[in-house]
């Protein structure tokens, strides 16, 4: 995992304020400017406001209309002036901060997106490192305090700082040494409370995966998926108890590695009121021997009462370290992402291909972090234009091969050819754009049924035409005609007007989103076990369309039902990570082997159980 604590430079806040400039320049230029023009107002208002108290005798003994008069008109014009301008800067500020907040939170989450999405493979959405840092980065935006708020409260934060200092000059023209040791107290007390806030954000993140196991079991209880097993089996007290289980366990975690100090805030406050007892003492002092005058001592004395803006950490100070907390995991995600382990090299075009056979030569492989291989010296040959079925137990590998035909992952050890070129040297964002696949898992996408067939091949997508010649092949033309909405009918009843769909309507769906891409120019079609879920015949019927839609294409077809893949051109067997058996249907039969026992003792299974459910 990465290390942040051995990166100071790494700071949430420091990674934020970088962020500023890149998000808008002139929205930055504003709040900056905004930060000075409101720091600066509390000790002009301080000398103003002195420069009212001195005008008060001689407009006293002149009267009005006299030189003192008209100096103390002026002086509190100018003060009436300045205390509206206060009470219009301070608003203005972060209403300026709000919108570059926003800003800076929306390039973020398409950082996110963008880092997530960027390897061309898998592999970094399984490793816990990526995915302990996407967790930390989904909350930009989406927690109780964003970066937005972090934002704001840096604005307020750095204009009372400045205010402080501006105050803590006003001071100096007394004694700079007063002015020194009020500065420093209060700058030591704001360390101190401020320290505590970031260290308290920081063992907040430190137990991230602690929390997304809480949070997971919070999901289950909040989506519609489980809703049905959650009543059913009635887990729902489990559930609750283990979401109080986990939440505990993360927090008691939390107060563990949170830093203590409950001693801190009252200790500041009689440091801090000592500190103003003295001041305040002088002042009183110097006026009363004449040192300074009544004007003096308004003016020194507000200068001193503003300097507590730098003791100001309270709910601004707390949303900069919980709102930039998810910062830094954001920007790691892309340096994790860009680690050489999750790139897949290769520039070769991908055009044409396959137009002989693909072949997987003394291939192995390894999950990370597994201690045992899926595959070991697996060879297999998958020619162009013609059908594959591959069959094998659960476990025997069957979705890893399809993972490392697609190249969503490299093998581990030796090669995949496609024409005899290595697909290592493959362009892999071209050789995607040559498949077409349907998976176990294919997305329902929550938008209309246009999308959800032109997904095949995005760029293709506003072609309407093609996309309905892909439905019609599909057998999906019909189900699109009965939506209200026909092409534009959102697919999810959570939608307003949307409608879902029956597990068989969504399989010709994403079938003819594969369709769709085949038109688009993918050669290689892999059907992945999308029907697992029904029954056995309506399976077949499923696979038979597909190898008739198909006919004269490179197809992969993947199954644990032996019985429903029998019309392909080659069957390979999968068991021990390695191809056991390969041929069609009649030669394996006739081999007697693995194949042929798998197939009968189905057969016979289900022949038993067709039996039993007619009463025959």
């Not at 979401?243 to 100090?261: K, L, S």
């Not at 305040?280 to 803006?309: D, K």
């Amino acid at each position: 995992m990465v290390d942040v604590k051995a990166r100071p430079w790494t700071s949430p806040v420091l990674h934020t304020l970088r962020l500023l400039p890149r998000a808008s320049r002139p929205l930055t230029a504003w709040v900056a400017a905004l930060v000075v023009l409101t720091a600066a107002l509390p000790a002009t208002f301080a000398v103003a406001g002195g420069a009212l108290v001195g005008a008060i005798d001689a407009a006293v003994a002149g009267g009005w209309d006299s030189a003192g008069g008209h100096r103390l008109i002026a002086a509190i014009a100018g003060v009436a002036a300045l205390f509206v301008l206060q009470q219009l800067s301070g608003p203005s500020l972060r209403a300026v901060a709000d919108g570059l907040g926003r800003r800076v939170e929306g390039r973020l989450r398409e950082r996110v997106m963008a880092a997530a999405l960027a390897p061309p493979g898998v592999a970094h959405l399984e490793d816990p490192d990526v995915v302990d840092r996407v967790s930390d980065a989904q909350s930009i935006g989406t927690g109780r305090t964003t970066v937005t708020d972090a934002v704001v409260g840096m604005a307020a934060v750095s204009s009372n700082t400045l205010a402080g200092v501006l105050a803590g000059a006003v001071l100096a023209v007394y004694r700079w040494q007063v002015a020194l040791g009020l500065l420093g107290v209060y700058a030591a007390m704001t360390w101190v409370r401020a320290d505590q806030l970031r260290r308290t954000a920081g063992a907040l993140r430190g137990h991230a995966r602690r929390f997304r196991r809480c949070l997971y079991f919070r999901d289950v209880g909040l989506t519609p998926g489980p809703a049905k097993e959650l009543r059913i089996f009635g887990l729902g007290p489990w559930l609750t108890e283990r979401f109080v289980d986990e939440w505990e366990t993360a927090m008691a975690g939390f107060w563990r590695d949170r830093p203590r100090g409950r001693w801190v805030p009252p200790a500041c406050a009689v440091l801090v009121g000592s500190g103003l007892i003295v001041t305040y003492g002088l002042l009183g002092r110097s006026a009363a021997r004449g040192e300074i005058s009544l004007g003096q001592l308004t003016t020194f004395a507000g200068a001193a009462t503003g300097m507590a803006a730098l003791s100001s950490v309270g709910m601004d100070n707390l949303n900069i370290g919980y709102g930039t907390a998810a910062v830094p995991a954001a920007l790691e995600l892309e340096e994790i992402v860009a680690r050489p382990r999750f790139e897949l090299p290769g520039s070769r075009p991908a055009d044409g291909l396959p137009a002989t056979a693909i072949r997987f030569e003394g291939v192995s492989f390894r999950y990370p972090g597994r201690p045992d291989d899926v595959f070991s010296g697996l060879d297999l040959t998958i020619p162009a234009g013609r059908s594959l079925a591959v069959v094998g137990a659960n476990g025997a590998g069957k979705t890893t091969l399809v993972k490392l035909l697609a190249r969503l992952y490299d093998p581990s050890g030796g090669r995949i050819t496609v024409d005899g070129a290595d697909l290592a040297d493959l362009d892999p964002h071209a050789w995607h754009r040559r498949i077409a696949a349907l998976f176990q898992d294919f997305v329902h996408y929550e938008l209309s049924a246009a999308d959800n067939i032109a997904f095949g091949h995005p760029a293709g997508g506003r072609d309407r035409s093609a996309v309905a010649a892909a439905a019609e092949r599909a057998g999906a033309a019909e189900i699109v005609g009965g939506l209200p909405d026909g092409w534009d009918t959102v697919l999810s009843r959570r939608t307003a007007g949307g409608v879902d769909l029956s597990g068989g309507q969504w399989q010709r769906v994403a079938l003819a989103r594969a369709m769709f891409a085949v038109g688009a120019g993918a050669s290689v079609l892999i059907l992945d076990e999308p029907t697992a879920a029904v029954d056995v015949r309506s399976e077949a019927a499923f696979y038979d369309r597909f190898l008739q839609l198909t006919a004269g294409l490179t197809t992969v077809v993947i199954s644990h039902r032996f019985s429903t893949v029998r019309r392909a051109d080659q069957i390979a067997v999968l068991e021990g990570g390695v191809v056991a058996e390969t041929g069609d249907h009649a030669s394996l039969m006739a081999a007697a082997g693995r194949y042929a026992r798998m197939f009968t003792l189905q057969s016979a299974h289900l022949e038993t159980a067709h039996t039993e459910g007619t009463g025959g």
